[in-house]
């Protein structure tokens, strides 16, 4: 049987969907499900599975094969700013899985979706759920903007989620995608292990190319844009001093960018990597640090963009997008550190 945390409850500690879209999702036992065919082929006996975001969806490719019929929740709104809608209800209406990030990322929405979609015999498998405890790093993720982000209205506390953006962590996740695999299609179990097998190993591939890549790198400390690469900076042995958004999409405060800058000018140990998200390109405070840091004689400080994988084009998602961003990811890193 699958582990017990793979149903996920999500039912307390986040904010709630606007009264209107309940009532939308409500909907849908008047409404039926019809253009729910029109993303499963009829004639595929394997399982349909749908993945919340990019990621997964790419992992999940990896590991389906021709087996199974995979789908993504979402595309160009990524897991912070996602609201679903009656479609998404549909798509879930005939699937046999729901993965899911976990660690709070998508919030109460998964529970609150498989709810609408009247669809009794979905799994909610929580992929994050055989990460061991002491690998985890504590942080925050949030799912909605404050009025004010200083630190007294920071929101709720827990593990930082990010997991995906280290391939070493993205391995427990496959290895967990697998098992409800081989679970719901036994059939087909030898050949999700054996993708399995295969995927896991590129991703070993992965974090062993970037390791060498940043080998020389002397200076390996970086701030970071939003609250996302702890994991990625403990797999790749980096050091992150500080964070633009504490809350994705929400400007820091003229107190909060004092403090970074006065912590990324320190004389003994400055700090001129500043790192952006083409999720958020219209963010001007990182323009804001470089141009300060600047003026107080750091010495070349840099905008480096690290995608964090949450947001993608469905046309490019094809299985190698994440080896591909991440391989990007660290190629950029490269030439910005020293």
């Known amino acids: 049987m699958l582990?017990?945390?793979m149903v996920a409850g999500y039912g307390s500690g986040h904010s709630s969907w606007p009264r209107g879209m309940l009532v939308?999702?409500?909907?849908?036992?008047?409404a039926g499900c019809r253009g729910s065919d029109e993303v499963w082929p009829a004639n595929h006996p394997g399982p349909k599975v749908v993945a919340s975001f990019a990621p997964l969806y790419c992992f999940a490719l990896n590991v389906a094969g021709d087996d199974a019929v995979v789908r993504p929740l979402m595309t160009t709104a990524g897991p912070h700013h996602f609201n679903p809608t009656d479609k998404d209800a549909r798509l879930l209406r005939q699937a046999d899985l729901f993965l899911i990030n976990g660690l709070n990322l998508e919030g109460d929405r998964p529970e609150k979706l498989r709810q609408a979609s009247h669809n009794t015999r979905l799994r909610i498998v929580?992929?994050?759920?055989?990460?061991?405890?002491?690998m985890?790093?504590?942080?925050?993720?949030?799912?909605?903007?404050?009025?004010?982000?200083?630190?007294?209205?920071e929101h709720e506390h827990g593990?930082?989620?990010?997991?995906?953006?280290?391939?070493?962590?993205?391995?427990w996740q496959v290895e967990m995608l697998r098992d409800a695999l081989k679970e719901v299609d036994p059939a087909h179990a030898e050949g999700y292990q054996q993708r399995a097998v295969e995927y896991t190993r590129r991703l070993r591939q992965l974090v062993e190319e970037g390791r060498t890549l940043l080998l020389s790198k002397k200076d390996r400390s970086l701030v970071t844009f939003h609250e996302s690469l702890a994991y990625f900076a403990r797999t790749y042995q980096?050091?992150?001093?500080g964070v633009v958004q504490k809350n994705p999409g929400v400007e820091p405060s003229d107190k909060q960018l004092k403090k970074l800058i006065s912590l990324c000018a320190d004389d003994k140990r400055p700090v001129r990597v500043i790192s952006v998200e083409p999720q958020y390109s219209n963010s001007h405070s990182g323009h804001?640090?470089?141009k300060e840091l600047q003026r107080r004689g750091v010495p070349q400080p840099v905008l480096v963009e690290i995608d964090t994988l949450e947001t993608a084009p469905l046309h490019d998602l094809t299985p190698d997008w994440y080896e591909r961003r991440m391989r990007a990811n660290l190629e950029a890193l490269a030439r910005a550190l020293r």
Do not use: Q
């Not at 999702?25 to 008047?30: C, R, W, Y």
């Open 288 to 290: 804001e640090l470089i």
């Open 136 to 153: 985890l790093v504590e942080g925050s993720c949030c799912h909605h903007e404050h009025g004010d982000d200083d630190e007294e209205h």
């Open 24 to 30: 939308c999702l409500a909907m849908l036992s008047v």
């Open 3 to 5: 582990p017990r945390a």
């Open 238 to 241: 980096l050091n992150v001093v």
């Open 159 to 171: 593990y930082d989620p990010h997991v995906w953006l280290s391939p070493e962590y993205a391995i």
């Open 126 to 134: 929580d992929l994050s759920s055989r990460i061991p405890a002491s």
